[in-house]
């Protein structure tokens, strides 16, 4: 087991180390890969450790919490540009994340199994899901904007606080989320 949560953190590691470049028309395959490839290894990790019913446990709580940010953020980065520029910032939490479920993952947690799951339930767990992984890259975007500020104040930009999205367009993205 603790090998298929180091493969899901792994997959991970390319995403954060392409972002910390300027995104240029050439190397947009090559972002969109290691994104997808961010998507896909926590995802099925997630989906791995829930196939046999609900699982407690924070170490699959946070796998899958990581699948559904990784997810949202995906959907979000092709659709606005802004969102891309965040790359840097998300990863890096979700790998942070990913270290804490792997320090976790030994912990003891059992399957809640039931017969039928009321529909109300699932709605409520799908709803829960995405409401945290939309405030998760909303606290993204404000630590973006937190960095920004910082960096303006002391008059001394660097390459990472460049890279992430200007102090007005993060604004308007965490509001845009947070609605």
Known sequence: MPLFGSLALAAL???AL???GQLERGAMAAYWASVLLAVAGPTIWAIAQHGDGWRTGLAPALWLAIAISAILFAALAAIDPVVRRLTPLLVGYLV???LVAL?????PGRPLRA???PAWLQVHILVALVSYG???LAAVAGAGVVLQERALRRKQP???TRSLPAIVEGERL???LLL
């Open 103 to 107: 320090a976790w993952q030994p912990a």
């Open 96 to 98: 942070l994340l990913g």
């Open 13 to 15: 590691l390319p995403a």
């Open 18 to 20: 392409l972002s910390r």
């Open 174 to 176: 965490q509001t845009a």
């Open 158 to 160: 660097t390459a990472f």
């Open 115 to 117: 017969a039928v799951w």
């Open 134 to 136: 939309l405030l998760t």
